[in-house]
């Protein structure tokens, strides 16, 4: 909360305007090319991080394909997560986020303008259309990302069991799944602190369809966990 309040201090002049904006576009966002509402929202996400003493180390860039109509598999360990990944990625993505966070105020507002599908875990029809429509839209060359954990780990750097139903979306629209690792990303929200704090973004090495074709989705779960675990533990 309190590096919350440092953000919106240090940009007080721009906050009304940002809300506005954010709140609007929200509301409207089928007016807007996703570029743009992408933009908007990076644009946003900077000048937060500028202002709360939050720098973003990004690693791999070079990873993320040139063409759309990838995922994006992060170990999740706070709120800020997607903040993290959206200033580190140009590319606009979209996200499958669980029900519980839908009214939570501006990840609501960032949610409306990425278009981002709400997943009711309890709710086991609700969620195969989820994954059904979320791989459509992939195949036809929107980009999503999911938190394979389905929750924050809630201890800082270490993994929780990533789950292979949230693989499903990937193999049914047989797009490159990328691997993301993020160290530190619970500290800007999850710790109350509001001195400096760097977190890293490390886009890995795609998986290719070909290379996971033959896997069931526990065996690219944990492949992916596996990836993403080296780059975190190698840090810590």
């Given at each position: 909360m309190k590096r919350i309040l440092l953000m919106v201090f240090r940009n007080i002049i721009l906050v009304p305007y940002m809300w506005f904006r954010l709140c609007y576009v929200a509301?409207?966002?089928?007016?807007?090319p996703e570029q743009k509402r992408y933009d908007m929202l990076r644009f946003i996400v900077k000048r937060a991080?500028?202002?709360?003493?939050?720098?973003?180390?990004?690693?791999?860039?070079?990873n993320i394909p040139k063409e759309n109509g990838f995922m994006f598999y992060p170990n999740h360990q706070g709120m800020y997560d997607v903040l993290a990944i959206v200033e580190a990625c140009t590319t606009p993505f979209s996200v499958v986020a669980k029900k519980e966070v839908?009214?939570?105020?501006?990840l609501k507002q960032v949610f409306a303008c990425m278009k981002a599908y709400m997943m009711d875990r309890n709710d086991v029809r609700q969620s195969m259309q989820v994954i059904?429509?979320?791989?459509?839209?992939?195949a036809n060359g929107r980009n999503y990302l999911i938190f394979a954990e389905g929750t924050r780990s809630k201890l800082g750097n270490k993994l929780l069991d990533f789950k292979g139903g949230s693989f499903k979306a990937a193999t049914k629209a047989k797009c490159p799944i990328i691997p993301v690792a993020l160290i530190d990303s619970y500290k800007p929200f999850d710790t109350n602190t509001i001195s400096p704090v760097t977190v890293e973004v490390h886009f890995l090495k795609?998986?290719?369809?070909?290379?996971?074709?033959?896997?069931?989705?526990?065996e690219i779960a944990n492949?992916?966990?596996?990836?993403?675990?080296?780059?975190?533990?190698k840090d810590n």
């Open positions: 509301a409207h966002a089928d007016k807007y991080n500028k202002g709360g003493n939050v720098l973003i180390d990004v690693h791999g860039q070079d839908e009214n939570v105020q501006f059904i429509d979320v791989s459509k839209e992939v795609p998986l290719e369809y070909e290379e996971y074709k033959d896997m069931n989705t526990t492949t992916v966990k596996h990836r993403i675990a080296e780059i975190v533990e």
